[in-house]
């Protein structure tokens, strides 16, 4: 059974960055592509992020293109979301995941199956 275990989440001020990882286990990330959801207080989840197996094709929603970049490290099991330029509007639980995909990616969340526990980000003074 494939698990997710969100970290790097934390407290920063607004124009900060920060860099949260995501550790498969259960699964190789051969032939998945991976993806970033977030959830917001009192909001539903949204896609924020997603990469093909190949890496060749990259997604990010308008909210966070430019600002936001996911990277993958198929010998580590990890996934990465760099986040630069931050914004209170960032405040959420960051949710990673994957999806048997090899030459693109998808955020529709009903495709994905199990979900970790999340990392929170909270951008504030």
């Known amino acids: 059974q494939v698990q997710l275990v969100e970290s790097g989440g934390d407290v920063v001020q607004p124009g900060g960055s920060l860099t949260l990882s995501c550790s498969v286990t259960g699964s190789t990330l051969d032939d998945f592509a991976v993806a970033w959801f977030r959830q917001a207080p009192g909001k539903e989840r949204e896609g924020v992020a997603c990469?093909?197996?190949?890496?060749?094709?990259?997604w990010t929603e308008d909210a966070v293109r430019g600002r936001f970049a996911v990277s993958r490290d198929n010998s580590m099991n990890q996934i990465y979301l760099h986040m630069y330029g931050l914004k209170p509007e960032d405040t959420a639980i960051y949710y990673c995941n994957i999806e048997r995909l090899k030459t693109t990616c998808n955020l529709f969340e009903d495709r994905y199956d199990s979900w970790g526990q999340g990392t929170q980000v909270t951008v504030s003074w």
């Open positions: 990469m093909s197996e190949d890496g060749l094709f990259v």
